[in-house]
Nanobody, 123 residues
Framework: QVQVQESGGGSVQAGQSLRLSCAIS????????MGWFRQTPGKEREGVSC????????YYSDSVKGRFTISRDNAKNTLYLEMISLKPEDTATYYC????????????????WGQGTQVTVSS
């Protein structure tokens, strides 16, 4: 059974930083591209960032480009999202997900999702 567990969320002031982690078990981590998504109540889920199996390709949405950094440690089965210069508009529940492929992360192939971790940024 695949388990996806996000951690590292919290409440911070604007301009501060957070590092999200996503630990996965029950699958061969390096066989999957990975992504971070976020959602606020009443809004559609937004793709924030993604990374292919060997970090050969990464993607960032325009809203986070230059402030967020995605990375992965295949030896530890863990995905990370380093977030700096946080803004109130970054407030959301952040989700980690595993794609069914390893080399494409910007499609709709995400099949394993975590429960999310809340990030709240106050001004």
């Amino acid at each position: 059974q695949v388990q996806v567990q996000e951690s590292g969320g919290g409440s911070v002031q604007a301009g501060q930083s957070l590092r999200l982690s996503c630990a996965i078990s029950g699958l061969t981590f390096e066989n999957h591209a990975m992504g971070w998504f976020r959602q606020t109540p009443g809004k559609e889920r937004e793709g924030v960032s993604c990374i292919t199996w060997n970090a050969g390709f990464t993607y960032y949405s325009d809203s986070v480009k230059g402030r967020f950094t995605i990375s992965r440690d295949n030896a530890k089965n863990t995905l990370y999202l380093e977030m700096i210069s946080l803004k109130p508009e970054d407030t959301a529940t952040y989700y980690c997900a595993a794609d069914m492929t390893r080399s494409s992360c910007t499609g709709v192939g995400y099949v394993h999702w975590g429960q999310g971790t809340q990030v709240t940024v106050s001004s």
